[in-house]
């Protein structure tokens, strides 16, 4: 399964940065796949619990900070499917570089 979450700091003012890099090394040091974009980070794990544990201790490392945390996620529940993170991406490019 691949769930893409954003964690927001609250009432920190507008840099967030250093926050959203203490949830991001809660994610790191986990050792699932993951990536990180502007807007979310995507992690990828073999069940519900394994990645929403992550996700739980990744929230917790903003709020332990943060006087409000705003949470937004987005799972891809496939069960049997591994690496979706790389096969997903690899599969938009071959039919973006078939139409080039």
Same mark, same amino acid.
């Given at each position: 399964? @691949? %769930?893409? &979450?954003?964690?927001?700091?609250? !009432?920190? !003012?507008? *840099?967030? $940065? *250093? ?11 986990? !050792? ?7 807007? &979310?980070?995507?992690? *990828?794990? =073999?069940?519900?619990? #394994?990645?929403?544990?992550? @996700? ?6 903003v =709020?332990?900070?943060?006087?409000? %945390? ?6 891809? @529940?496939?069960?049997g499917?591994?690496? !979706?993170?790389?096969?997903?991406? #690899? ?6 570089a078939? $139409?080039?």
């Open positions: 399964m @691949i %769930v893409a &979450f954003s964690v927001t700091p609250l !009432g920190v !003012g507008d *840099e967030v $940065g *250093e926050y959203v890099a203490d949830a991001v090394r809660v994610v790191r040091d986990s !050792g699932l796949a993951y990536r990180t974009d502007a807007m &979310f980070t995507s992690v *990828e794990g =073999e069940s519900w619990d #394994e990645v929403m544990d992550v @996700i739980k201790r990744a929230v917790a490392a =709020e332990a900070r943060a006087p409000r %945390v705003s949470v937004v996620m987005k799972a891809d @529940i496939r069960p499917h591994t690496d !979706g993170l790389t096969k997903k991406a #690899e599969t938009v490019q071959r039919y973006l078939q $139409g080039d």
